[in-house]
């Protein structure tokens, strides 16, 4: 696996850090956040060290395909199916740790 050793997710990935897992593979890791906005807000990262989603998608698209899945079965598995992905990428879109991963939320209405 191509990890960074000062990333928190791929210290979560590892077990260095604690985390709920919710789900696992050979391709992702999902994880309940810490600070969730929603009834269900899971985090679901790929293994490998991925700097941002656009990165991800250019060299590994079938991990980011993966997410997806994922990101289904966690709303099927938790609510009633339906649910919004979201991808930051970049300090001023709101992305404050510098590995690829999805949120996923859930669980209720969200605000539009």
Request: with cysteine.
């Amino acid at each position: 696996m191509a990890q960074k050793d000062d990333c928190l997710f791929c210290k979560i990935v590892a077990g260095k850090i604690p985390s709920t897992k919710v789900y696992e593979d050979d391709l992702v890791y999902a994880f309940n956040d810490l600070n969730p906005k929603a009834k269900v807000h899971v985090l679901i990262v790929p293994k490998n060290h991925y700097d941002n989603v656009v990165e991800l998608e250019q060299k590994e698209p079938a991990t980011l395909a993966r997410i997806i899945e994922v990101a289904q079965k966690i709303a099927s598995d938790k609510a009633d199916g339906t649910f919004r992905l979201i991808f930051n990428t970049g300090r001023n879109a709101g992305q404050s740790v510098f590995h690829a991963h999805a949120h996923v939320l859930t669980g209720e209405v969200l605000p539009e």
